[in-house]
């Protein structure tokens, strides 16, 4: 079964740098990929998605990723942090043979002033 | 668009006693998920429908949880009886059939067994 590992549970940078948030991935078909960030007592929200087209998937927030099959790894990154980015962030992969998502377990990001 | 819709959004019970949840999808989104979330940790899926029957229920336990999605609307998920290591988040999303990966997730109701 696939599965994703999230590397850091918490992640601390300061206000206008670079945020990069790790992921590696195992699964023994070609996956889909997705980050998801949840705000305090909130759902989580797609930010964005690899679906096997281009390996760097921009999405929303200024967020993007990087498919790198050699690596198994699916990081994310962002060139500024704003103090509103703050909030925990999941890395999830999907069975291309069905909807089964899993999900890591999570890094929190906190920005600071 | 109206998001999924959740309720209760906070729920305290004894351990023993039984709770449900109740989820609104996305209107024309066949497919629905529930899923458990343990402080500190990714969501578990616990069971998805597609349209009113179950596609993967395998992470379910199946002794003490209960769902079901009549007419392929709304769903419930039931615990009886509840045991303290179900304090959790339960999250209900939900996806149009076929696309891959955009889950729309709900507030999520917070369950505390004391």
């Known amino acids: 079964a696939q599965s994703v590992t999230q590397l850091g549970s918490h992640v601390s940078v300061s206000e206008g740098a670079l945020v990069l948030l790790r992921c590696n991935y195992s699964?023994?078909?070609?996956?889909?990929l997705f980050w998801y960030v949840q705000y305090p007592n909130q759902g989580l929200q797609l930010l964005l998605k690899?679906?096997?087209?281009?390996?760097l998937v921009k999405g929303i927030n200024g967020f993007e990723a990087e498919f790198k099959k050699s690596e198994t790894s699916f990081h994310l990154t962002k060139p500024s942090a704003h103090m509103s980015d703050a909030a925990e962030y999941f890395c999830?992969?999907?069975?291309?043979?069905?909807?089964?998502?899993?999900f890591g377990a999570g890094t929190r990001l906190t920005v600071k002033p | 668009e109206a998001g999924v819709a959740q309720s209760p959004r906070y729920k305290i019970i004894e351990k023993r006693q039984s709770v449900a949840f109740w989820c609104n999808p996305i209107s024309g989104h066949a497919t629905l998920y529930w899923y458990q979330q343990i402080l500190g940790q990714g969501p578990k899926l616990l069971i998805q429908?597609?349209?009113?029957?179950?596609?993967?229920d395998s992470q379910l336990p199946k002794d003490r949880f209960s769902a079901e999605r009549l007419k392929g609307v709304d769903s419930t998920l039931k615990i009886q009886p509840a045991k303290l290591e179900d304090s959790a988040v339960y999250l209900c999303?939900?996806?149009?059939?076929?696309?891959?990966?955009?889950?729309?997730f709900g507030p999520g109701t917070r369950l505390t067994v004391t």
């Open positions: 699964s023994s078909v070609p996956p889909y």
């Open positions: 690899y679906t096997s087209a281009a390996t």
């Open positions: 999830a992969v999907s069975d291309t043979n069905n909807n089964d998502m899993r």
């Open positions: 999303a939900s996806s149009l059939a076929g696309v891959w990966g955009e889950q729309y």
């Open positions: 429908f597609q349209n009113n029957g179950v596609v993967d």
